[in-house]
T-cell receptor, first 116, second 107 residues
């Protein structure tokens, strides 16, 4: 199957700082990338959908000014958590679609963010 | 997504077949059923997907009922490494993950 990477795998930051998470599709061009968040013992929650070269579409309740998404190429999307606070601590997972169909998503390994 | 319903948890003896059911009674005629699993603290892993015919790959088999309102994922010989949360999804442009089924494979 297709490979999607995320960097970093873990990050710890101080409250008020910004953190950037990268998501790359390594062996295919992803027309669409998705960002999810997962709190402990909960399911994945879709945060936003991004298409290369256009603005991301955010799910209801997700602050677009706090979670900045850039999708500059068909293989790279970034999520920046701005002015992070402890309640932003979570497991952030990206996925990429487009290898065979829009609906078939390949997921990255996730990034564990801890805000102190 | 079309709403899906799965049992919250299941146990399976190592080496036996694990049969994980999913109800998706509101599925539309051209919508696929996807199955993913998530091992603790990892990203979800694609398992299999199907439209109306039964499907099999190296990981699992997918049995879809004739009316397409439910399906069953079959892991033919479960191993300890198959312990994970299994999600059944019927996407409509996005994936909305339900609570899935937490499968525990018991030695």
């Amino acid at each position: 199957g297709a490979v999607v990477s995320q960097h970093p795998s873990r990050v710890i930051c101080k409250s008020g700082t910004s953190v950037k998470i990268e998501c790359r599709s390594l062996d295919f061009q992803a027309t669409t990338m998705f960002w999810y968040r997962q709190f402990p013992k909960q399911s994945l929650m879709l945060m936003a959908t991004s298409n290369e070269g256009s603005k991301a579409t955010y799910e209801q309740g997700v602050e677009k000014d706090k979670f900045l998404i850039n999708h500059a190429s068909l293989t790279l999307s970034t999520l920046t958590v701005t002015s992070a606070h402890p309640e932003d601590s979570s497991f952030y997972i990206c996925s990429a679609a487009g290898l065979r169909s829009y609906n078939e998503q390949f997921f990255g390994p996730g990034t564990r963010l801890t805000v102190l | 997504d079309a709403k899906t319903t799965q049992p919250p948890s299941m146990d399976c003896a190592e080496g036996r077949a694990a049969n994980l059911p999913c109800n998706h009674s509101t599925i539309s005629g051209n919508e696929y059923v996807y199955w993913y699993r998530q091992i603790h603290s990892q990203g979800p892993q694609y398992i299999i997907h199907g439209l109306k015919n039964n499907e099999t790959n190296e990981m699992a088999s997918l049995i879809i009922t004739e009316d397409r309102k439910s399906s069953t994922l079959i892991l033919p010989h479960a191993t300890l490494r198959d312990t994970a949360v299994y999600y059944c999804i019927v996407p409509r442009n996005q994936f909305y993950f339900g609570t899935g089924t937490s499968l525990t494979v018991i030695p």
